[in-house]
T-cell receptor, first 114, second 116 residues
Framework: GAVVSQHPSWVICKSGTSVKIECRSL??????MFWYRQFPKQSLMLMAT?????????EQGVEKDKFLINHASLTLSTLTVTSAHPEDSSFYIC??????????FGSGTRLTVV | AQTVTQSQPEMSVQEAETVTLSCTYD???????LFWYKQPPSRQMILVIR??????QNATENRFSVNFQKAAKSFSLKISDSQLGDTAMYFC?????????????FGTGTRLQVTL
């Protein structure tokens, strides 16, 4: 079946640095990918929708300059958290539409900013 | 805007028993999809079942079935013969049918514990 590989699975970074999270579709082409954020014991909140070759569409309240999304190819989308702060610590998950309105999710990235 | 409500934060069921998780949603759309996703402790999101709004027949996947009431905007999940491996967070989700990939709107989740 369709697989989305997300890396890293966890990362610790210092406050003020940037962190890049990658999502790759391994056996299909993902024209559209979605990036979600999940706080402990809470639901998934959509941050942005990335489309291959075009600018991402951000949800209201999400800082596009802080959360940079790049979808340069049909198999790779990246989320870069710039100038990270402790409040950016969270679980980030990507998702891709696999056709016929099916979605597959990456395994998530736990980001801790210290 | 669409909203999805799961009114049961936590539920518990004994192994081999049946449990029903509730979900209601609010939308003005007529063409949409509804999903139940499972998130075990590994936090990997796993699709449990999907329902197309234009289909009157309730979707079933082995031990999992839904009760889709379009007029009432209700979409409950029934898990039969519960197994320990069913222990997880369960999220109900809504997606507009726009003809292209569209975002999922998730409910707040129900934590299901299956006990011996």
């Amino acid at each position: 079946g369709a697989v989305v590989s997300q890396h890293p699975s966890w990362v610790i970074c210092k406050s003020g640095t940037s962190v890049k999270i990658e999502c790759r579709s391994l056996d299909f082409q993902a024209t559209t990918m979605f990036w979600y954020r999940q706080f402990p014991k809470q639901s998934l909140m959509l941050m942005a929708t990335s489309n291959e070759g075009s600018k991402a569409t951000y949800e209201q309240g999400v800082e596009k300059d802080k959360f940079l999304i790049n979808h340069a190819s049909l198999t790779l989308s990246t989320l870069t958290v710039t100038s990270a702060h402790p409040e950016d610590s969270s679980f980030y998950i990507c998702s891709a539409e696999t056709g016929s309105y099916g979605y597959t999710f990456g395994s998530g990235t736990r980001l801790t900013v210290v | 805007a669409q909203t999805v409500t799961q009114s049961q934060p936590e539920m518990s069921v004994q192994e081999a028993e049946t449990v029903t998780l509730s979900c209601t949603y609010d939308t003005s759309e007529n063409n949409y999809y509804l999903f139940w996703y499972k998130q075990p402790p590994s936090r990997q999101m796993i699709l449990v079942i999907r329902q197309e709004a234009y289909k009157q027949q309730n979707a079933t996947e082995n031990r999992f079935s839904v009760n889709f009431q379009k007029a009432a905007k209700s979409f409950s999940l029934k898990i039969s013969d519960s197994q320990l491996g069913d222990t997880a967070m369960y999220f109900c989700a809504f997606m507009r049918n726009t003809g292209t990939a569209s975002k999922l709107t998730f409910g707040t989740g129900t934590r299901l514990q299956v006990t011996l």
